[in-house]
């Protein structure tokens, strides 16, 4: 089975020629891994690691999200997707927000999107987190986004996905999300925690090729 093309669809409008996965806090580089291989779109495959969290080594250049923002603007340099979970979503949407031309379409999984959770009963799992992983920078469990206002401006094709089982990111602040991104659209897949993509990549990947294959609308 040949992979889908890259570049542009019949009609111009532009496809990814990249496509940039973004891993959550917990910095594991390979956790889209198990999509990006059953993904059937052509585009090179970029897998970004945060410097100080997880596997990926500490840098002393990276001293907050605006770090690691740049490090995710610097792979757009060409029409690309970006892929993210958790974490990486709210920096998924930021670096959208930054070059939306550069962006040709979104794929945020049980992220936050830089809505403020406690509204939705999301569980407050910072401070444990950096109770469990000490070599978290202090940075980390301070930072706070909120997009809310911005959001409504992003035209981009944006597929939210969602798992009906977890507390982390519940369903909530991804039914949000879609009232706020004018291009979006939620599935909620059964049982999906929040390890979605891992867990229930087959179903993933291919939600993700059909969302990558409807070129983004001309301006």
């Given amino acids: 089975m040949s992979p889908h093309p890259v570049g542009a669809d019949q009609r111009g409008e532009a496809l990814p020629d990249r496509l940039v996965f973004l891993p959550g806090a917990s910095g594991h580089v390979g956790f889209w891994r198990p999509v990006a291989d059953r993904l059937r779109h052509g585009g090179e495959r970029v897998h970004l690691g945060w410097p100080g969290f997880g596997p990926t080594p500490a840098d002393a250049g990276v001293r ?34 930054a070059r939306p031309s550069q962006v040709t379409h979104l794929v945020l999984s049980v992220t936050s999107g830089g809505l403020p959770l406690a509204e939705y009963g999301a569980e407050d799992w910072r401070q444990a987190f950096q109770g469990a992983n000490p070599q978290l920078p202090d940075w980390f469990a301070t930072a706070r986004v909120d997009l809310s206002d911005r959001l409504p401006a992003l035209s981009i094709p944006t597929l939210l996905l969602w798992g009906d089982a977890d507390p982390i990111s519940p369903v909530g602040v991804g039914e949000r999300l879609a009232a706020l991104l004018p291009a979006s659209r939620l599935v909620i897949l059964p049982g999906g925690t929040h390890d979605l993509a891992m867990e229930q990549a087959e179903p993933v990947a291919q939600l993700i090729d059909r969302h990558l294959m409807a070129a983004r609308p001309k301006p």
């Fill in 64 to 97: 907050g999200f605006d770090d690691l923002l740049q490090r995710v603007i610097a792979q757009l340099d060409r029409p690309s997707a970006l892929i993210a979970q958790s974490m990486g979503g709210v920096l998924a949407l930021q670096a959208a927000l």
